[in-house]
């Protein structure tokens, strides 16, 4: 059998139950990698978003896929968890060659377009802490493991470039601030990773169909384009398994230093790397946003995927 790119590297997708996390897990599995993944929701007990995915089912699609997948129920927000976790991998493992911190959990939680004197004060806190301090505390306990080797990897997962959210209000101020805090933490740990010739980058999806957003639209992936006759925009939207396939290709590319600190789509990436979505297109989301959507003009994607 050809070797895969992967073979042989040992990955860490943090909150991999669905969206973005479970389309990365299963990329970096099709592309040979042993993927822990992890989340708070199991075959036998759910999280507060009281939704059927599950980490035993991720871990199953990792394997389909032609990899290794290995479900770990942690709660990111539990340091001994956590700790547990990365002490799991070294004994088994002996190494860390990819950290994906995609743990999220927050979309309940927004009041989209409330000002924050009139935005609750427990969702908004609670929020940033499932978005800012479950990447902080995984990379804490994971970095010591990766930075032991060379060409080790971290990427932040978040929503919007850095450019895009640098000129536009991202729904609420707790959403503004954890998604573009995000941004921030891949640039910061690019400085503090780069003596260990390791990488940072901070890899935005576009408008990602992951499972809540499907059945937001009450469609499946199979005819997800039913959607457009309620949103004419989500024309432009792209599956969990495009971002997957834009970090495995950071991840097998060998001059992947070069992104180090910066702010990427999975659309960027898919130009430079040369992917495409399950569909066969390349949808280019945060253009499409800017130049058609956001500008008033009627949808339609030509040009765009």
């Not at 039913?226 to 495995?248: C, L, M, N, Q, Y």
Request: net charge negative; aromatic share 8%; charged share 25%.
């Amino acid at each position: 059998m050809m070797k895969k790119p992967l073979d042989g590297k040992i990955a860490l997708v943090a909150g991999a139950t669905r969206g973005a996390g479970r389309g990365i897990a299963i990329e970096l599995g099709a592309a040979g990698a042993t993927v822990y993944v992890t989340g708070r929701t199991t075959r036998a007990q759910r999280s507060e978003y009281n939704r059927p995915e599950t980490i035993e089912e991720t871990a199953e699609l990792v394997c389909q896929a032609g990899g290794r997948g290995i479900a770990v129920q942690v709660d990111h927000l539990e340091p001994d968890q956590v700790q547990a976790l990365l002490a799991r991998i070294e004994q088994e493992q002996g190494r860390l060659d990819i950290l994906v911190n995609d743990i999220w959990g927050g979309e309940h939680l927004t009041q989209w377009n409330v000002p924050v004197w009139e935005h609750s004060l427990e969702r908004g806190f609670r929020m940033l802490r499932l978005a800012i301090d479950t990447h902080i505390m995984t990379s804490h306990f994971a970095l010591p493991l990766l930075i032991r080797n060379k060409n080790g990897l971290v990427i932040e997962v978040t929503d919007g470039t850095a450019e895009y959210n640098d000129n536009n209000y991202r729904l609420s101020l707790f959403y503004d601030l954890a998604k573009t805090s995000v941004i921030r933490m891949a640039r910061s740990l690019a400085h503090e990773l780069s003596p260990y010739s390791c990488t940072a980058v901070a890899v935005t999806p576009g408008w990602m169909r992951s499972e809540i957003m499907l059945d937001h639209f009450g469609v499946k992936e199979e005819n997800w384009r039913d959607a457009t006759a309620k949103e004419p925009h989500f024309i432009i939207s792209e599956s969990p398994r495009f971002v997957g396939r834009a970090v495995a290709a950071i991840a097998g590319d060998p001059e992947a230093a070069r992104w180090n600190g910066r702010s990427v789509s999975s659309s960027e990436l898919a130009q430079t790397y040369g992917f495409y979505d399950i569909d066969g297109s390349q949808p280019d989301c945060w253009r499409y946003l800017a130049e058609v959507q956001e500008a008033g003009k009627p949808a339609n994607a030509a040009g765009y995927r």
